[in-house]
Each structure stands twice: as structure tokens, then as C-alpha cells.
């Protein structure tokens, strides 16, 4: 099979994984919003620079969803003990909680759909997953 088929076959079963697993949440935050809480929570210390460059915007457009996210109660900006001009930007505990909601697989159906499965099946997805994920962290 080749590369595009595989990308291909890879994106559809993905997308049907997070359709029917996702964790259902009502707390209207934009794809931008969702990326940067997501972007925060993997990196830690975060700057506005960085969130302007991960979403390709200006600094101040990147400053005003970082407002919004603050007033949301989700993210706070802490000034750098050893150089107060730095600023960084980290998730509150809601803010940790959104970015699971809006980024993981709901536990429950995620467990329903283990038990289908016996457990080589189990072992063969826990291996993909973990080569997946070892290889998309080295690449990017």
C-alpha cells in the first residue's frame, strides 16, 4: 500500500475514532482557544510570542485570546521571578480541565470499546499508539 492510501485510511479511522470517543462539552471555545490551551499545557512555559507564532497572528491578536482566556478563567500570566520582564502564560486548574475535554477521548467509551477487544488486540493498539506518538514528538 502506499504512503497517500495509508495517510489516507489513517485520517478516516482517526476522525471516525474522535467522532464516535470524543468527550461531549459545551463550553464554546474557538479552534484557536482549544489550540492554545493545548499548546500550553504540552510546553509549560509559554509566552504570547510563542502563542502568536504557533497560530501564525500578530502579537497583540495573540495578547486579546490570551484576554478572552483570562477572563474565561482558564489560562493566568505570571511574570518570570528571575527577569519581570518575561511573562508566561499557564492554564488554572479549569483551564486544564477544558483542554481535557475538548482533547481526549471520553474514559467510559474508550473503556467500552477495550472490552470488545481481547487482549493481543489491546497490546496491538497500545503499540501503535506509543510508536505514533515517540515519532510525531521527534519529528515536530
Known amino acids: 500500500m502506499n504512503t497517500?492510501?495509508?495517510i489516507e485510511m489513517m485520517n478516516q479511522d482517526w476522525?471516525?475514532?474522535?467522532?464516535?470517543?470524543?468527550?461531549?462539552?459545551?463550553d464554546h471555545l474557538s479552534h484557536h482557544a482549544v489550540r492554545m490551551l493545548?499548546?500550553?499545557?504540552?510546553?509549560?512555559?509559554?509566552?504570547?510570542?510563542?502563542?502568536?507564532?504557533?497560530l501564525d497572528v500578530s502579537h497583540n491578536t495573540a495578547s486579546e485570546h490570551v484576554?478572552?482566556?483570562?477572563?474565561?478563567?482558564?489560562?493566568?500570566?505570571?511574570r518570570d521571578s528571575s527577569d519581570e520582564r518575561k511573562v508566561y502564560?499557564?492554564?488554572t486548574p479549569e483551564g486544564e480541565e477544558a483542554v481535557k475535554r475538548h482533547t481526549r477521548l471520553?474514559?467510559?467509551k474508550l473503556q467500552k470499546v477495550?472490552?470488545?477487544?481481547?487482549?493481543?488486540?489491546?497490546?496491538?493498539?497500545?503499540?501503535?499508539?506509543?510508536l505514533l506518538s515517540r515519532e510525531a514528538k521527534s519529528c515536530f
Request: charged share 30%; proline share 1%.
Open 38 to 54: 493545548q499548546h500550553i499545557e504540552k510546553n509549560r512555559l509559554v509566552t504570547i510570542g510563542h502563542l502568536a507564532k504557533l
Open 67 to 78: 484576554k478572552r482566556l483570562i477572563q474565561k478563567g482558564l489560562v493566568q500570566k505570571n
Open 15 to 26: 476522525t471516525d475514532i474522535y467522532y464516535h470517543l470524543h468527550t461531549k462539552h459545551d
Open 89 to 91: 502564560v499557564t492554564l
Open 4 to 6: 497517500e492510501k495509508i
Open 106 to 108: 471520553h474514559p467510559k
Open 114 to 130: 477495550l472490552e470488545q477487544l481481547n487482549e493481543e488486540e489491546v497490546e496491538m493498539i497500545k503499540t501503535a499508539f506509543s
